[in-house]
């Protein structure tokens, strides 16, 4: 069981950790031992953002090309790793990304840079908190070396952990809540918004909650009256990009790409 | 406030526990679509809500309920040691002093549904502590084991996740001490103590 015996060691050393220059030892080792070249423990936060920006975790040992690549790119929006993370809330291998999200050009074109930068493949564990901005931590093999799908299970642990003692160790949890400003859903309102971005219509939205059908519509209209939007789509848009609701929420346990 | 609901208080609370029942086929069942029994068409009851099960409710100032979480002695039948055992590389953790905790169930969204999952862990960690609990046991989906561990508290897996229904599922540990609540109360900004053990007549 040595496999299990190192993830052990490594989650008693993080959880322990006072520091972060003694976590990303841990980090670093465990990258290593668990057959990765690299790492980045990062927020999807709009780095253009700046008030987002100071908080935001960027813990990241990709090679200088593909740091240098990220940095002239500025626009993480278009990064294929980080639109999957929002699709997906379970981890995922860099080449099974066309199977999660529509690899456009521009899409493929920033996955074929990062390969040009010397990686060959990479996993990506997304960590979804409610109420904080998207993060994730993201494995990546240098080019020439093929992805031990054994360990897989491994780093999704070394993943969550790692992100977590971040969080602890920066007090993240006490000053990285997403604008307060946002609009409150009531218990019901919520209900209602989760099962129409799941595609149900009122009436089946009724029928699930035993209220009446157009309760479920007050319901939903009030709340596009909070976000002042015209459209259901565009209230579950709003409602997602604010972890209102969350992907996990929409898509339940059907989230395993298909 | 998180109300305590041990084995002998059932009959004073049968409104409240019938509408907890109600609320997690709504949750696990409806929104989170878990294949678990339902009874009578309103109520996720399963094999492990037996006379065993102790719980926890979080209640409003109103008396309305906004979470619940169930907890049951690992010395009888557990999800960890009937359905999962395989989940624990070095066995399934067994003791007077081990309680797993199953079925984690907020009804808010975003920020508020992660205070009240706050709420219910300190309520479960003042549990622990009342009553000589040294370890609680879960089994965690992957997806939201980050949420699980940042409440804050110390959590280790038990062995490597494996898959279940298409998700992969680990089985984790809780290490509870004194400094896990005085942690957890400040982490989540409350004083005293949360939960309440109200005993009422029967009449």
Redesign the interface.
Known sequence: ?P??DD??QF??GA?RATDINELSGLLNGAVETFGFDHVALVHHVNLHAPDAATQALQYITYPDALRAEMKARRQLGDDPVLIAVQRS???FLWSDLPQIIDMNPRRTEILNAAMACGISDGFTV???????FL?SCSFALRAGREVKRAML??A??VG??A??AV??IRQL??TI??KEAKP??T?RQ??CL??AAQGRSDWHIAQ??GISRETVHQHIETAKRRYQVASRTQLVVRALF?????F??VL?????PD | MIQLIATPDRPMFEQELAHMFRERKRVFVDRLGWEVPVVDGEFEIDQFDTEDAVYLLSLDAAGVQLGSVRLLPSTRPTLLSEVFPHLCERGVPIGEDVWEITRICTLGSGPEALAVRKRLMIGMVEFALLNGVKRFTLVAHLPYLSRLLAVGWDCEPLGLPQPHADQLVGAMVINVTPDTLIHLRQRAGVQGPVLRWEVRDAA
């Open positions: 069981m496999l299990f993830v052990e989650v008693k959880n809330a379970s981890a997304p960590v979804n908190v409610p109420g904080e993060g299970p491994a999704q642990y969550c952990f992100f977590e969080r602890r949890g006490d809540r997403v409150a859903l218990t919520y209900d989760v099962l699930l909650l604010d972890s209102q609701i969350t996990a929420d339940g346990p059907q989230l395993s």
